[in-house]
């Protein structure tokens, strides 16, 4: 793929690296279209993760594509590592969309953000506070802390203690999010935050390409996922219930599209034949809107 790499700051100063793919067979002087890309928090979602995939497909469609890892993962800079912030990851993609403008391949009136599942959120938040992005396509997103902050609520006061640990210096462990082996998340695995069989088959596919993978976030990651709620701002699965999201569908404004994978869960549309269903929907939204 033809791909190199990039960097960029954000306003705080941050240091984002990441690829930008330029479109298939543009030529030197020709602009296109551009689609911002990052990951969710599944397995700590590194720009490596399947993302290529996307991006290749973006690229034959006449697309350039920048992919980039989320401050404090992967090749970004920021601290402390492994913390999510979602409402940062949205002012984040502001950064991403000015640093689009600079490439001389981009046409600045044409760019789109590509967010899935946390980063979907982000993708929506971001665009409704920023209306210079020409177009959002959030793939199983998520779109409010509300519906998760029961199954949370038992741990927080054992969260509570950790931050006040941290506070005063002493070092504190991170939670783990999902089991890292395919047969163990066929079944409850009580160390894991989040169970879910329906991530066996994207295990699966972690292991077979040899993707590096660290699934734990700082006790501080929790309690951003519980207050963020990108469906305030948009006017069935089990990481992100469908209901909150056919709820921020419908608050959109036009012009828009819905896509639905039957009979699919959250992890299947990165891969395999599912992946292959999936893309259609965002190329055919581009082709009519971007």
């Not at 802390?145 to 199954?151: L, R, W």
């Not at 069935?236 to 419908?250: M, N, S, T, V, W």
């Not at 891969?271 to 055919?284: R, S």
Request: glycine share 8%; proline share 8%; with cysteine.
């Amino acid at each position: 793929m033809d791909r190199r790499n990039i960097e960029f700051p954000t306003v705080d100063g941050v240091t984002l690296r990441g690829h930008f793919y330029p479109a298939r067979g543009q030529g030197t002087i020709q602009k296109a279209p551009c689609i911002i890309m990052a990951h969710g928090i599944r397995l700590t979602g590194l720009k490596e993760h399947f993302l290529p995939d996307f991006a290749d497909r973006f690229q034959a469609a006449g697309y350039g594509v920048i992919a980039y890892d989320h401050r404090n993962w992967g090749a970004s800079d920021g601290l402390p590592r492994y913390e999510t912030n979602p409402i940062q990851q949205g002012l984040d993609l502001s950064d991403a969309f000015d640093f689009a403008l600079s490439l001389p391949e981009v046409d600045g009136t044409k760019i789109a953000y590509w967010g899935s599942s946390m980063s979907g959120g982000a993708a929506l938040y971001a665009a409704a506070l920023d209306h210079r992005i020409c177009a959002v396509i959030a793939q199983v997103p998520f779109v409010s802390g509300e519906t998760i902050a029961p199954h949370f609520a038992p741990l927080l006061p054992s969260l509570y203690s950790s931050l006040q640990e941290a506070k005063a210096g002493k070092k504190v462990d991170l939670l783990k999010m999902f089991t890292t082996d395919p047969e163990a998340a066929m079944k409850e695995d009580p160390s894991s935050l989040i169970n879910d069989p329906n991530i066996a088959g994207f295990l699966k596919e972690f292991k077979d390409d040899n993707f590096p993978f660290y699934p734990y976030i700082t006790p501080q990651t929790l309690f951003n996922m519980v207050a963020f709620e990108p469906l305030a701002y948009a006017g069935a699965d089990r990481c992100a219930p469908a209901f909150p999201q056919l709820k921020a569908y419908q608050q959109a404004l036009e012009p828009k599209r819905l896509a639905l994978l039957q009979d699919k869960g959250h992890f299947d549309p990165y891969y395999g034949e599912t992946f292959e269903d999936n893309i259609k929907a965002p190329l055919a939204f581009l082709k009519e809107f971007l």
